[in-house]
Structures are given as C-alpha cells and as structure tokens.
C-alpha cells in the first residue's frame, strides 16, 4: 500500500473525528448558553425579592412599574406599599453586576469549552487508533491478497488434524496470527465436545438406574408378583418413586440444557425477597413434617430478578438441607442486605452432615455427589448445578460455608 493512500485514510479518519467532535462541542455549548440564558432572569428575580422584602413583603403577582434613564444603571421601578406610599426601587447596578457576572462566567465556560475540544479530540483519536489499524490491514491485505501457495498450506495443514492432533502449524511467519486463532478455536470446540460427550455419559448412567430398577421390578411382577398382593405393592412403590426420580432427572436436564441453549425466558422484575423466603418456608413445612423452618430476616429487601428462577434456586438450598439435616433438626432461611455493599444475601442454613473443604470445590459440578451421600439419598447431582446457572444468569454468585458434622449454608449474593 502506496503513501498516498495511507495519508487519505488518515485524513478521512480525521474528517470523522472532526464531525463527531463538533457535534459533541456544539451540543455542549448549546446547553452552557441556555443554562447562562435562563440564570439571568431567575437571579434577577432573587434580588428584587430581597429588595422588595425590605419593604414587608414580596409577591410576584404585584404591579410594579417600570422606568428608565440614559444606561443601563438608570432602571428602576415603583411599588404600592400598603400605607398608600410608594416605593421605587433601584435596578440597574443589580442588573449590570449580574450581566457582568454572567458574561465572565460565560469567558471561562468558553475557555473550558476550547480546552475540552482539543481533550476530546485527542481521546476520539485514541479510540480510532485500534479502528485505524483494522483498516489499514484490511486495505493492505486487499491490495495485496494472499498468495495461492499460502492458502493451499493451510488447506494442507487443516486435513491433517486428527483427534490426537488437534492444531495446526503452517510455518509461515505472515500467517502466524491465522494459525494462532485456527489453533484457539479447535481447544475450545475441543474442549467444548469433551464437556458435552461427559455431559451424555453422566445423564446416560443416571438414567440407567432407575430404568434398571423398573425393569427388575415389572421382570418380578411377571414371575410372582400377580397372586402376591405384598409384592405386588412393593413393585409398584418402587417402580412409582424411580419413575417421580426419573422425571425429576428429565426436567433437570432439559432445563441445563435450555438455559446452555439461551431458550429460557429470563422476566426480572422488583420483588421482595423477604416476603420469598417467608413463602418458601411455609411451602415447606406443609412438604416436610419432619424438620423445623425458621426464617431471620429483615424487613422488605428489595432485589431485582426473576421470581420463578429465585424460587427455585432457594427451593434447591432448602432440598438439599432436608436431605442431610437429621429428623427434628433446624433449616433457617434468611434475606438481609449487607451493610458495606448493598448486596442482598439470600441463604439456607442447617444442621446436617456438612462436608469436607475438597468437596466444597466440585458441589456445583454437573452429577457430583460426595463419597459419604452416594446411594444414601435420592439424587442426581443436578440440582446445585441449576443452582448455579440461575446465579449466573442473575449475575450473583453463591458462597458456601460447612463443617463437618455441624451444617452448611448456601448463601446466594445478588446486587442490590
């Protein structure tokens, strides 16, 4: 690319950041001489206000008649007094005090004005360098082009990637920022497919369970279960209760995989997650005879989100602490804003297991269960994962505190 066609762009960008400029300056100085405009007469009406209160009272509806000299200094006007008398009263110094005052003041918004045009002008420049240089490349790649033997070495270098290598090297020094992003690209679909086909194999091996149970039971009523009215009800139970833990898994996943899809409707509104935790502990004691709710929070904490997602995301803290809490222990819901902040903590505090530091590290991972609660509890280690995607999707984060043997609490931190 020729220095002509450099020094035309370069004065095109400049004729840009020249308009855009003026367009901002000259918005900004509208809005400096209607602001100095307007203040003229409103100080003018705080002075005749003193004056006039010197005289017992000041009302902007009273007759007052105007008159004037030679100049500006000579006006003045008169007023009724309630006695009968009337007063006159002097303007004109007031009046050429404050236009004094106003055009000084507008020399010095004029000089601050001057100085912010070459500041803008400046920063504008800044922010177009990065544009100016995509440009010129762009331009520079166009006039040039790439040669066909380069194109054919990144054909070549793209069929010979396999699954065990997964990158690309051309070897041309001018294509090294093409191989970089090639390369970049195939780790993170890399990646991407290895998360997805763990993804399958976990909700494979959920799914295989309760599908196990069902047939044995259905393969048991075949053999004996028909005259037996004792086995009879325990496949049905069974087969009932791994059908209601095999819809819950589906739902599950189907809402993962929306929410990674971006197909779940997001509605936040203001709502008062006071109120939200007093309702999700009465829903769960009329659920749950077998532990204590209680709720500690303050008065009406307000906080913007989806009241579907939040709800549910408090109903996954409070199920999992049912799990683990012993018969007749305490689950405690909370809403208080912190002081230093703002944010809003939602929580669910109990009395149960806890769990290991180690542990803590992996609870929001698709289908972890801890060593301790595998096939003791019913689950699918989904539900802290959804958990997660809804405090994502709010832009909050969740913060666990447990011990072992002591409790745990799920603290939901959201801005205020």
């Known amino acids: 690319m020729g220095k002509n066609s450099g020094s035309e762009h370069k004065q095109r960008t400049s004729s840009i950041i020249h308009r855009i400029n003026a367009y901002l300056q000259s918005r900004a100085i509208r809005r400096v001489i209607g602001r100095d405009i307007a203040l003229l007469p409103l100080l003018t009406g705080i002075c005749m206000m003193a004056?006039?209160?010197?005289?017992?009272?000041f009302s902007p509806l009273r007759e007052r008649v105007w008159s004037r000299g030679q100049g500006l200094r000579s006006i003045c006007y008169s007023i009724e007094l309630g006695t009968g008398e009337t007063a006159t009263i002097q303007m004109g110094e007031t009046l050429f005090v404050l236009v004094g005052f106003i055009g000084l003041m507008f020399?010095?918004?004029?000089?601050?004005w001057s100085l912010d045009w070459f500041r803008y002008d400046s920063r504008l420049r800044g922010f177009m360098r990065p544009i100016d240089k995509l440009a010129l490349e762009a331009e520079k790649l166009s006039l040039s082009g790439i040669s066909e033997e380069k194109i054919?070495?990144?054909?070549e270098a793209i069929d010979k990637i396999t699954a065990v290598q997964s990158s690309i090297s051309i070897g041309d020094s001018d294509l090294k920022g093409l191989e970089n992003a090639i390369n970049n690209l195939l780790k993170r679909l890399k990646l991407s497919y290895r998360e997805q086909n763990r993804f399958v194999d976990?909700?494979?091996?959920?799914l295989r369970t309760p599908i196990s149970v069902i047939q044995g039971y259905a393969s048991m009523l075949e053999r004996w279960g028909m005259e037996d009215r004792a086995?009879?009800?325990e496949a049905v139970h069974a087969i009932r209760e791994e059908?209601?833990?095999?819809?819950?898994l589906v739902d599950?996943?189907?809402?993962?995989?929306r929410g990674d899809g971006g197909r779940l409707p997001y509605k936040p509104e203001r709502i008062n997650a006071t109120e939200l935790m007093k309702e999700i502990r009465e829903e769960s004691e009329m659920i749950?005879?077998?532990h204590r709710y209680l709720v500690k929070a303050e008065d009406d904490v307000m906080v913007m989100g989806d009241p579907a997602m939040l709800k549910q995301a408090v109903r996954i803290f409070v199920d999992n602490a049912a799990k683990y809490t012993p018969e007749g222990g305490s689950i405690t819901l909370g809403s208080a804003r912190d002081p230093e902040n703002g944010n809003v903590l939602l929580s669910v505090e109990d009395e149960g297991i806890g769990f290991e530091a180690e542990e803590a590290a992996h609870v929001f991972e698709r289908f972890f269960r801890g060593d301790e609660v595998r096939g003791k509890t019913n689950g699918s280690g989904l539900g802290l994962s959804i958990a997660r995607w809804i405090a994502d999707r709010h832009g909050a984060t969740i913060e666990v505190l447990s011990f072992k043997g002591v409790g745990t609490r799920m603290t939901l931190r959201m801005r205020g």
């Open 231 to 233: 086995t009879l009800e």
């Open 152 to 155: 054919q070495n990144v054909e």
């Open 51 to 57: 004056n006039e209160l010197q005289y017992g009272r």
């Open 252 to 257: 599950q996943l189907l809402f993962l995989a």
């Open 107 to 112: 020399i010095v918004q004029l000089i601050g």
């Open 288 to 290: 749950d005879g077998r």
């Open 202 to 206: 976990d909700a494979s091996h959920e």
């Open 243 to 248: 059908a209601d833990h095999m819809k819950t």
